[in-house]
């Protein structure tokens, strides 16, 4: 096991990545956590396992991932030792799956829905289905100025 704690360039990061048979990613309170992302992005051999912890925001889109809840040291021990124990069939079903799920939840997936989202609702935050498609959302993002400014309501 190796901790490493520390800045590291892309091409080392890939080649981290790609010799670490498991992945252990366990925030116990998380947005996104594109590391565990980087990760699959990187195993383009299918193989390595991901342990990831169910409160990370990542945690949604790679349901391949052995998830688990980092508050049970229990269950984390059991969980990583069945990450290292999988049978290598199991590992590559995981990250096929994993994979395939993020090359059609790429950035550019995530912007068509945010501004499709975006675009659903009406001045007070009410969901508009009148205003339901990316497109509509798109054309009004286009022509905003670009001088605006959000303000939070907090």
Avoid: C
Wanted: charged share 25%.
């Amino acid at each position: 096991v190796h901790y490493l704690h520390q800045s590291y360039s892309r091409s080392e990061l890939a080649a981290l990545y790609s010799a670490a048979d498991v992945m252990m990613v366990t925030p116990l309170r998380d947005g996104m956590n594109l590391v565990a992302k980087e990760y699959v992005a990187a195993r383009v051999d299918q193989r390595g396992t991901l342990v990831l912890s169910e409160f990370a925001g990542a945690a949604a889109d790679l349901r391949q991932a052995f998830l688990v809840n980092p508050h049970d040291l229990d269950g984390l021990k059991e969980t990583l030792l069945q990450a290292i124990r999988a049978e290598p069939a199991d590992v590559t079903r995981r990250m096929r799956s994993m994979r395939r799920y993020l090359r059609t939840h790429d950035v550019d997936h995530w912007a068509r829905s945010f501004l499709s989202s975006l675009g659903a609702t009406d001045a007070a935050g009410a969901l508009d289905p009148a205003r339901s498609d990316a497109q509509s959302a798109g054309s009004d993002v286009g022509s905003a100025d670009p001088r605006a400014s959000l303000e939070s309501s907090e």
